[in-house]
């Protein structure tokens, strides 16, 4: 019985499940790159407190050198939170879009089992029909031989 059953929009719905599929792959790359983002941030800022202190014995010209690395670390961690704010709505959006394609697939899936369930019920229809029919030729037989 199902396997007779076919979907009209089964091309639309394996398009659907492909753009969702892409989706995902699309949403999977942005957030691991925010993911490296946060990391590169996070090692800039332990860098930062590594070397931010004055210790005692340290000549001159290596504070100096120490302080202009500070500065470049501190245009580092600026850059990157800029960077991670960037990456943050890309991921957002990135979501969304996936959240899209999964409820266009869903409709055009809920929409299948609908028809499938019709198409199932019309078979059941069907057969009771001619079982109903054969029951009335047998009982007419019955009858008519005087049973």
Not at 23 to 31: A, D, I, M, Y
């Amino acid at each position: 019985m199902a396997e007779r059953f076919k979907f009209g929009l089964e091309k639309l719905l394996q398009i659907r499940q492909d753009k969702e599929e892409e989706s995902k792959r699309l949403f999977t790359e942005t957030q691991r790159e925010k993911q490296n983002t946060e990391k590169r941030l996070h090692n800039l800022k332990d860098n930062y407190d590594k070397y931010k202190g004055i210790t005692p014995g340290e000549d001159v010209v290596y504070q100096k050198l120490k302080r202009y690395y500070l500065q470049g670390v501190q245009s580092g961690i600026r850059q990157t939170e800029k960077e991670l704010i960037v990456k943050t709505q890309k991921v957002d959006e990135a979501r969304k879009e996936l959240v899209s394609k999964q409820v266009d697939r869903k409709t055009v899936e809920i929409l299948k089992e609908k028809q499938y369930l019709a198409y199932v019920k019309e078979e059941e229809r069907v057969e009771q029909v001619n079982l109903d029919e054969i029951a009335l030729y047998s009982y007419i037989r019955n009858i008519s031989e005087g049973r």
